[in-house]
Each structure stands twice: as C-alpha cells, then as structure tokens.
C-alpha cells in the first residue's frame, strides 16, 4: 500500500544543482527519519544524508557542504537538493524512509532516480 517515488534526477553538468524529491503515499500514519543514497554502477551504495521526524539533519562527508536534506511533512514528501555537482556524483539515487503504516513500522525503499553528471 505505501509507496515512495523519487523525481528529479537528470542530465546535469559539473557544477550544476538538481533537486531530488521522495514522495510518500499510502496509508501513512508517520515517517521518521528518511535517508538518501545512491549507487554507481560497480560500487556499493552510498549513505548521503538523513533526516528525522524533528528537522535534525546528517550529511555524509562526500556532501557536506554541496547536498541539502528538507523535508515537507504535510506532502510527505523529502527532498535533496544538489549543489556543485560533480562527475562523480553520477549514480542511481534512492531514498528511504522509516514509516509507521498500521502495525507496523518499517522502512521503505524507492525505486530510484538517476542522475547523470557530465563533465
């Protein structure tokens, strides 16, 4: 029944942003902390950010200062959004998200959006 959807991903160059959103649906009754990651073809996936129920937000070390986390709980909804991006920054990025639909309280994983970062 619960559903999360990533959007946004894209072709971006070296140096551009692009704005990544996790949309939640469903018979949500919460979500607690949601976290992004991605991963490149060959490589294992890569924790990027965090952010719980509260606002409190963590950055991996590869994105700190680049990356932001929000969230907009009303829409249930978690965005990334991506500053300075590099060529390494290309990969598959998910997120995941801890949500409490009746009984139970478990995380949820989207399907993925790619983002491609041209040099």
């Known amino acids: 029944q619960v559903q999360l959807v990533e959007s946004g991903g894209g072709l971006a160059q070296a140096g551009g942003s692009l704005r990544l959103s996790c949309a939640a649906s469903?018979?949500?009754?919460?979500?607690?902390?949601v976290r992004w990651y991605r991963q490149a073809p060959g490589r294992q996936r890569e924790f990027l950010a965090l952010?719980?129920?509260?606002?409190?937000?963590n950055y991996a070390d590869s994105v700190k200062g680049r990356f932001t986390i929000s969230r907009d709980n009303a829409k249930n909804t978690v965005f990334l959004q991506m500053n300075s991006l590099k060529p390494e920054d290309t990969g598959m990025y998910y997120c995941n998200a801890d949500i409490s639909t009746y009984p139970e309280y478990r995380g949820y994983w989207g399907q993925g959006t790619q983002v491609t970062v041209s040099s």
């Open positions: 952010i719980t129920n509260g606002g409190t937000t």
């Open positions: 469903g018979s949500i009754i919460s979500i607690g902390v």
